[in-house]
């Protein structure tokens, strides 16, 4: 099994050190392209107006100066132009990528644009402690990741899916199960903007976030990861929202 694997913390984040573990554990075919510099909150976007540049650190691993979704293609339809991927692997986040977070995520991109490219994909972040970040569980997907992925591929899924796997902010032999879920919704107020001053008097603003903001509805993303699970959500390209269309259609089109 050729995988290729992908980020969005950067080629130098320790997630993606996990990441190469896991798939090692998996094949000894594995590649790494992922980007240059940190692309978090890229979502799935594409570097169109400067061209890509392309970093060989060895045999195979490659920076890419773009985003993760630049980094899947330039793989797919570059580094590994002779053989495709038979999997796509994008992680492991520092943070989990639950509820809205999909729709930021570069995490979640990789496994999208897998997916647009036919290859099957997984997304994979652990939750952690924003308040103490010296103990990030890194041993809780690199110990139980490779198991995880080899059951998901067992099961198999369908060609427009991909699998958000989310690992719970705690030890390995503390993680309670696996959970099939769905994407939940954070509270609306779960984003605000703090504004500055600079030393020249010129305001500035960050983005920032009420932790605590959440709606953790039993059977969500946000549900698994808080009570200690592993949360596996399935996700789909087709953002169409059919009953909406029958409906308007019924209206409309009568």
């Not at 050729?2 to 990441?19: F, Q, S």
């Not at 075919?29 to 799935?44: K, L, N, R």
């Not at 719970?168 to 954070?186: A, C, S």
């Amino acid at each position: 099994m050729r995988i290729l694997i992908t980020n969005d913390d950067g080629i130098e984040a320790p997630g993606l050190d996990v990441l190469q573990k896991i798939a090692n554990d998996l094949s000894d075919d594995v590649w790494v392209v992922a980007p240059e510099t940190d692309q978090s909150g890229a979502a799935h976007s594409l570097t169109l107006h400067e061209p890509l540049r392309l970093r060989k650190l060895s045999d195979r691993i490659f920076a890419v100066k773009g985003t993760p979704t630049d980094c899947v293609i330039m793989g797919v339809r570059h580094v590994l132009a002779d053989k495709a991927p038979d999997l796509v692997l994008s992680g492991v986040n520092r943070g989990s990528n639950v509820a809205d977070d999909v729709t930021y995520s570069g995490t979640i991109a990789g496994a999208i644009e897998g997916t647009l490219l036919g290859i099957p994909s997984i997304a994979m972040s652990l939750a952690v402690d924003w308040e103490d970040l010296d103990r990030i569980h890194w041993q809780t997907p690199m110990q139980l990741g490779a198991d995880l992925v080899r059951t998901l591929l067992e099961a198999g899924w369908p060609k427009d899916v991909f699998l958000n796997v989310n690992f719970p902010d705690r030890e390995p032999e503390r993680v309670q199960r696996i959970k099939i879920t769905e994407q939940g919704r954070r509270d609306p107020d779960y984003l605000r903007i703090e504004d500055r001053m600079d030393t020249r008097n010129n305001p500035y603003y960050w983005l920032g976030f009420k932790p605590l903001s959440m709606i953790t509805g039993e059977g969500t993303d946000l549900h698994a990861v808080k009570s200690g699970a592993i949360s596996v959500t399935p996700l789909c390209l087709n953002l169409t929202h059919r009953e909406t269309c029958r409906k308007l259609s019924a209206f409309i089109e009568k």
